[in-house]
């Protein structure tokens, strides 16, 4: 009997922790993303999956951007993601980031010469 809630004990402590890890692959990106470049600039993004491709569609309103689709994404397998935007007659906009341990997806952008950090909040269904 004591063996056996032993074994029980362990297994539930052994649950937990699996219960308590994120699992990395693309589809933890999908869904609609609220975000702040450089504390200032407001956009968002709508990403979904297509097979195992990442399809990520960007709009900042007070930049002129309204629904452009990426070029390329990249999904670097420790929560990690590469977005790539080419911008009508202004370059190419790359985003670079990461999930954090509390579900925010941040990072850096590129843009010509610029560069600077964002952060996004995911909008939860419902």
Do not use: C
């Not at 692959?25 to 195992?52: K, M, N, R, Y």
């Not at 951007?65 to 935007?85: A, I, M, N, R």
């Not at 850096?108 to 560069?115: K, N, P, R």
């Amino acid at each position: 009997m004591k063996n056996r809630l032993s074994y029980l004990l362990l297994f539930a402590l052994f649950s937990l922790n699996f219960t308590s890890l994120r699992v990395a692959g693309p589809g933890e990106f999908v869904g609609h993303w609220d975000g702040l470049a450089d504390e200032q600039v407001v956009f968002t993004l709508d990403i979904s999956l297509d097979g195992t491709d990442l399809i990520a569609v960007i709009n900042a309103p007070e930049q002129g951007l309204s629904k452009l689709e990426s070029e390329w994404t990249s999904f670097g397998g420790d929560h990690e993601v590469q977005l790539s935007f080419e911008m009508p007659e202004n370059g190419t906009l790359m985003l670079t980031g990461k999930l954090n341990d509390a579900g925010k997806f941040i990072g850096a952008y590129e843009f010509g010469e610029q560069t600077g950090t964002f952060i996004m909040n995911k909008k939860e269904e419902g």
